[in-house]
Each structure stands twice: as structure tokens, then as C-alpha cells.
């Protein structure tokens, strides 16, 4: 700000608090040249949410201090701050073989969101929830990663994610959607071979093509509740 325009400020601010205002010449050009000193790199208002009357009025009225020039710099340095935390630097159109041009820009970008001369730039970001209405339908159509030829050369290599893919196929429970209470695998993994050695500790890991009967009624279940919520 200029002289003239920490001079509005000034008269503004002592409109609101009287405490300000200064009647001696020589206390007011003082005062003027402190405010200016502070406030010269301080603009008066930008088009991105900052006003320094604004600013002087909130203070006014949440302190019962007066107002000082450090206040309201401490102000605007702040919104700077803030302002840069929620800007992402733009790809610069600058020759990236030519650093010193693509750094000036991106400087440059900065130095003017920073000023309020620029609205921060911010990530692309998801602009809907999980439950995005008509999701389902649109990853229907877009169908499986996994052609189905490839699918079955695999199925030998995976059997028991193609045994749980061809009950639910055929309307059967996902037995791989509850945990095993046998073997204690958790949801999502296929049931291990559990052997009781003599002395009563469980042998074996290996992964087993089927599941449990006891995961597999526990899925039953799990499948017939749903259906009656329905």
C-alpha cells in the first residue's frame, strides 16, 4: 500500500476506534510513516479474499487492544501461507531442457498466487463418494480386466478362486467373504490344510481348493441373511 492508501485505512480504523486517531501533526505524520513502513508490501485488497479493512474491523472487535500495523502484517502473512499450502505447482510451459526460464515460472506462479493476483492451483481430485450412483452399472460394462479365455487357462493355477468364481456364478455363497473358524483364515483368503500333531499343535499351511464345511455353512448363512434384509 501507499502512503494514500494506508492514510484510508487509517481513517477507517479510527472511525471504528477512536483510540487511533491522532490530532497533533506531528503524531499523525508518525504514525502514518510506522503504518506505511509495515504495511508496504501489504495491498489494500486483492480479489481473492483479502481486505485490509476486513482485517482491521476483526481485530477491532475481538481485542480490546488497539489496532497495530503489525497485526495486520502478521495478518497477510499468514493468508499467504495458507494460500500457498493449498496450491500445487502447474506443469510450467517452459523448456524443461532451459531450468532458469522453468523455474522463473514457476516462481512466478507462485509470487502471484501468493499475492492474491491468482487463484491456487490445486490437485485433481475425486469429486464424487464410493457410492456414486450408477458406479456399478459402468464397471459392468467396462467387464473383467481378465479376458475369460485367460481366466480359464488360469483357473488350474488358482482352484480355489475359480471354485469360489463358479459358485457364485452359480448362485451359490462367496465362502471366501466370511473368515474360517477352523483354520482361522480370514476373509478374502482361501482355507489352509490344519493336521493335529500328537502332541496337539497344528501342522501344515498349504492352501486348500475348497473350503471348510464349517466356512462354507458359515457363508450359507451370511448369504441367506442378506437375502431376507432385502
Not at 497495530?68 to 502478521?74: E, F, G, K, N, T
Not at 502471484?112 to 481430485?125: D, E, K, L, N, T
Amino acid at each position: 500500500m501507499n502512503h494514500r492508501e494506508v492514510a484510508a485505512v487509517l481513517t477507517y480504523a479510527g472511525r471504528l476506534d477512536p483510540r487511533l486517531i491522532r490530532t497533533e501533526p506531528g503524531e499523525a505524520d508518525n504514525q502514518l510513516d510506522t503504518w506505511h513502513e509495515l504495511l508496504d508490501d501489504v495491498p489494500m485488497a486483492t480479489g481473492q479474499g483479502w481486505d485490509v479493512r476486513e482485517i482491521v474491523r476483526k481485530r477491532i472487535v475481538s481485542s480490546p487492544y488497539p489496532v497495530l500495523p503489525a497485526d495486520v502484517a502478521r495478518e497477510w502473512q499468514a493468508h499467504r501461507r495458507e494460500r500457498l499450502a493449498r496450491h500445487t505447482d502447474p506443469t510450467p510451459r517452459a523448456d524443461p531442457d532451459n531450468p532458469e526460464a522453468w523455474r522463473a515460472e514457476l516462481l512466478a506462479a507462485r509470487d502471484a498466487v501468493a499475492a492474491g493476483q491468482a487463484a491456487p492451483s490445486a490437485h485433481r481430485g475425486i469429486t464424487a463418494g464410493r457410492h456414486r450412483p450408477g458406479l456399478k452399472d459402468q464397471l459392468a460394462a467396462v467387464g473383467s480386466y481378465i479376458p475369460p479365455a485367460v481366466r480359464a487357462e488360469l483357473a488350474p493355477y488358482r482352484p480355489a478362486r475359480a471354485a469360489r468364481e463358479a459358485a457364485i456364478a452359480a448362485g451359490g455363497p462367496d465362502v471366501l467373504g466370511v473368515p474360517c473358524d477352523w483354520c482361522h483364515a480370514p476373509e478374502g483368503e482361501p482355507c489352509r490344510r490344519r493336521r493335529i500333531s500328537l502332541d496337539g499343535t497344528a501342522r501344515g499351511n498349504a492352501p486348500r481348493a475348497t473350503a471348510h464345511p464349517g466356512r462354507i455353512d458359515r457363508a450359507l448363512a451370511a448369504q441367506a441373511q442378506q437375502a431376507s434384509a432385502a
